[in-house]
């Protein structure tokens, strides 16, 4: 069975752009959240979605954004970004909101 | 609001040597506890889990976990660790009160030692 898919799995921008993140859960999984993992540091919660509504929010500006699909896929988009947005972004699924969370290999976006 | 201290933040151990990597965690309402492991440029890979019922957690790979509510804490341990046990380790807990705001600890790096 395929595991938590992200897309893409490097990416490198400027200051000051837009990014775009994509998540696939695990098939029969219905929640998904994102981390965000700094080097040297746990990851931290950012948005956590279920049955395509946000079910929980981190101490993240908004400039974070999130959404989820019909299909349970989720995207995290960052505006103008900055330097310190530079981290391994984490999805992780989970069957419901109270189950374990499995998680995808990330990506790791880059800000210059 | 709750947090999580893992008290180690690197831990060197011989091949073979027994191991234990620290939690701490404070919460006002009832968690879940989860132990993850990191390999260098990978995702986390659930290690084990309590949620409720024997505090004694067995997991992948050897490893085990203990929960003491008394003392608010979830050490992991193995009784002999294998080189290929060179990982990061971040504890974490969930509020089981529904919802799923994780928060983990900064993390333990082991490193096992020919």
């Known amino acids: 069975d395929a595991g938590v898919t992200q897309s893409p799995t490097h990416l490198i921008k400027t200051r000051g752009q837009q990014v775009t993140l994509r998540c696939s859960p695990i098939s029969g999984h219905k929640s998904v959240s994102w981390y965000q993992q700094v080097l040297g540091q746990g990851p931290q919660f950012i948005f956590q979605?279920?049955?395509?509504?946000?079910?929980g929010r981190g101490n993240f500006p908004d400039r974070f954004s999130a959404r989820q699909f019909p299909n349970y896929s989720s995207e995290l988009n960052v505006n103008a970004l900055l330097l310190g947005d530079s981290a391994l972004y984490l999805c992780?699924?989970?069957?419901?909101?109270?189950?374990?969370?499995?998680f995808g290999p990330g990506t790791r976006l880059t800000v210059t | 609001a709750q947090s999580v201290t893992q008290l180690d933040s690197q831990v060197p151990v011989f091949e073979e040597a027994p191991v234990e990597l620290r939690c701490n965690y404070s919460s006002s309402v009832s968690v879940y506890l989860f132990w993850y492991v990191q390999y260098p440029n990978q995702g986390l890979q659930l290690l084990l889990k309590?949620?409720?019922?024997?505090?004694l957690v067995k997991g992948i790979n050897g490893f085990e976990a203990e929960f003491n509510k008394s003392q608010t804490s979830f050490h992991l341990r193995k009784p002999s660790v294998h080189i290929s046990d060179t990982a990061e380790y971040f504890c974490a807990v969930t509020p089981n009160t529904g919802g799923f705001k994780t928060i983990f600890g900064a993390g333990t790096r082991l490193f096992v030692k020919a």
């Open positions: 309590y949620l409720s019922g024997s505090t």
């Open positions: 979605y279920y049955e395509k509504e946000e079910r």
């Open positions: 992780a699924s989970s069957f419901s909101s109270s189950t374990e969370q499995y």
